[in-house]
T-cell receptor
């Protein structure tokens, strides 16, 4: 069966510091991968999606970037965090259009 | 701009009642539809998918799809307090993206 991991689970970072969130998927190959952000009490905002290694699409212009160094690894990064980057970051995978499966998420607080 | 609309709620139902959650979508070409459940502080979990008009049942959950009217609904029979969560409707969009509704908060009173 497929499993998706995210770490860390929680993170508190000062404004201006860098960020690296990691997501890995087990039990499937060539998954579509996604990064979402969910602000408190709000809906899901798609940040990036990837249909293959080095094939990454950005949905929202901001100070975040994403990389996919391996087939089942997806990394979200920032060089300098802003207060507005606080939120619940979710990684998800899908196989085609059969629904998405989410990781446990990373709760980021920028202070 | 393709959209998925849901009533934000909260929808409050007594334990044992039927909870009815509704969703409308704008893209007439949509072929698949999903419902996710998100408990407070947790990540969304895929609970139902439906691809053709009519009803699809899975345990206490029934998804209903009406493509002509562009709505999809989720019925939860014999609602339990453990069903209290936010329910997200989702419709695949262009490429491999999915549009999620903002979600309906359901509260089941014991």
């Amino acid at each position: 069966s497929q499993t998706i991991h995210q770490w860390p689970a929680t993170l508190v970072q000062p404004v201006g510091s860098p960020l690296s969130l990691e997501c890995t998927v087990e039990g499937t190959s060539n998954p579509n991968l996604y990064w979402y952000r969910q602000a408190a009490g709000r809906g899901l905002q798609l940040l990036f999606y990837s249909i293959g290694i080095d094939q990454i699409s950005s949905e929202v212009p901001q100070n975040l970037s994403a990389s996919r160094p391996q087939d089942r690894q997806f990394i979200l990064s920032s060089k300098k965090l802003l207060l507005s980057d606080s939120g619940f970051y979710l990684c998800a995978w899908s196989a085609g259009q059969l629904g998405q499966y989410f990781g446990p998420g990373t709760r980021l607080t920028v202070t | 701009q393709k959209e998925v609309e849901q009533n934000s709620g909260p929808l409050s139902v007594p334990e044992g009642a039927i909870a009815s959650l509704n969703c409308t979508y704008s893209d007439r070409g949509s072929q698949s539809f999903f419902w996710y459940r998100q408990y407070s502080g947790k990540s969304p979990e895929l609970i139902m998918s439906i691809y053709s008009n009519g009803d699809k049942e899975d345990g206490r959950f029934t998804a209903q799809l009406n493509k002509a009217s562009q709505y999809v609904s989720l019925l939860i029979r014999d609602s339990q307090p453990s069903d209290s969560a936010t329910y997200l409707c989702a419709v695949p969009s262009s490429g491999f993206k999915t549009i999620f509704g903002a979600g309906t908060r359901l509260f089941v009173k014991a």
